[in-house]
């Protein structure tokens, strides 16, 4: 590996309790693998120096920590999860300092919100295992982790928040119109008609639907023949009523939504600190899922590839916002009991590998507010 200059004294000693781990697992005292590279100075062996930023950490200083050209070999996996480990372990007690600052100003805003005519609720929903949130992120050891850029710590951006509600919108709303989306034709037509912003265009389209949807499969008639076209107007006015709530919530081409999705911030208390750990998936079947001219069969006889990764442990508090101006549409999006988020969080999960179990949360409760007080010199 190419020869670095030599970092600076207080870069050396931010990195030293990383080195030292490293010296203390290699024999002779020489670092694994030729991790380090000559010219960074010997380890310094004072005391460690927080880690003030860890989204700069995890982002930038991983090609010096880890041999980034052989993090996939079985020593490059255990200086992988090592890096992990030592973001863990010595990250800056600041970190729950700043979430607790973020708060404050994003209740600041939903106080000027409600000024200009806004009525805001949230949600506070804990994780039941472990969450993860842009593991496909580009980082150079593969997985990634959405970090807030400024302050460090995880977040679940409102991009997300909303994605999440808008799909189970989508699902339950043809569920509660029993519609078939099981059956390809039946739920691509019902996901396009959603996106359609023009009544007429979008009556027809739902007109075809019914059909299909009443006739139990994608091969049906443009509209059956037992059904008319009185109770058939019925019928699409009624459906339209629902992708039309379903527009107003999320926009349309042309039109933004009426409901605004915050990023949802981690909650900590005094005292506490938010559970990070490191989590790993170990494929068995490597070269059945790459796939080739001559595929492989999924065997037991291959060599498991393990993949560490970081990620928010179990009991992890979050704070859902959710803002409109339309109280019907606020009921709807976050009601405890009917609404589209608290039952995707409890039902589906949010992040990453769901279908795995991963992001499952409960719902602690969902208060009603309608603008941020102060209590204490800090707003709740």
Same mark, same amino acid.
């Given at each position: @590996? ?112 409600? @000024? ?19 593991? $496909? ?20 951006? $409102? ?91 999320? $926009? ?26 490191? =989590? ?12 080739? =001219? ?5 065997? =037991? ?59 499952? @949360? ?19």
């Amino acid at each position: @590996m190419k020869e670095l200059p030599v970092l600076p004294a207080e870069t050396r000693r931010l990195l030293a309790p990383f080195w030292a781990a490293q010296e203390e697992r290699a024999p002779g005292g020489r670092p694994r693998n030729g991790s380090f590279p000559a010219g960074n100075g010997a380890p310094e062996h004072q005391k460690p120096m927080p880690i003030a930023s860890l989204s700069l950490f995890f982002e930038k200083f991983c090609p010096v920590l880890v041999d980034t050209a052989n993090w996939h070999q079985p020593k490059g996996i255990e200086k992988k999860g090592d890096f992990y480990r030592h973001l863990i372990r010595y990250r800056s007690p600041d970190m729950e300092t700043y979430i607790q600052d973020c708060s404050s100003r994003r209740h600041r805003l939903l106080h000027r919100l409600k @000024m200009q005519g806004y009525q805001w609720r949230y949600l506070k929903a804990e994780t039941t295992w472990n969450l993860i949130v842009g593991i $496909g992120n580009a980082h150079v050891l593969e997985t990634g982790l959405t970090l807030n850029r400024m302050y460090g710590f995880p977040y679940l951006p $409102g991009s997300t928040v909303k994605g999440l509600t808008r799909y189970f919108a989508s699902m339950a709303l043809a569920a509660e119109l029993a519609i078939p989306t099981d059956d390809e034709v039946v739920g691509k037509l019902w996901l396009e008609i959603l996106e359609i912003p023009e009544e007429q265009r979008r009556r027809q389209r739902l007109r075809k639907l019914i059909a299909q949807a009443t006739a139990g499969g994608s091969e049906a008639p443009d509209e059956p023949a037992d059904s008319s076209e009185a109770a058939m107007a019925a019928t699409v006015a009624r459906w339209d009523e629902k992708v039309h709530l379903f527009q107003r919530v999320f $926009g349309v081409l042309g039109q933004k939504g009426a409901v605004i999705f915050f990023d949802a911030l981690p909650e900590v208390k005094q005292n506490e600190r938010l559970p990070l750990v490191v =989590d790993i998936v170990n494929p068995h079947y490597g070269p059945y899922y790459v796939g080739n =001219d001559q595929p492989a069969p999924p065997a =037991d006889y291959y060599h498991p590839k393990p993949v560490q990764f970081l990620c928010v442990g179990p009991k992890a508090c979050f704070r859902f916002y959710v803002a409109t101006t339309d109280p019907e549409l606020l009921a709807q999006v976050i009601d405890s009991t009917k609404g589209w988020l608290p039952r995707a969080l409890g039902t589906w999960g949010i992040g990453a590998k769901t279908r795995s179990g991963y992001g499952q @949360m409960q719902i602690l409760d969902a208060p009603v507010h309608k603008g941020g007080r102060r209590n204490g010199g800090r707003h709740e």
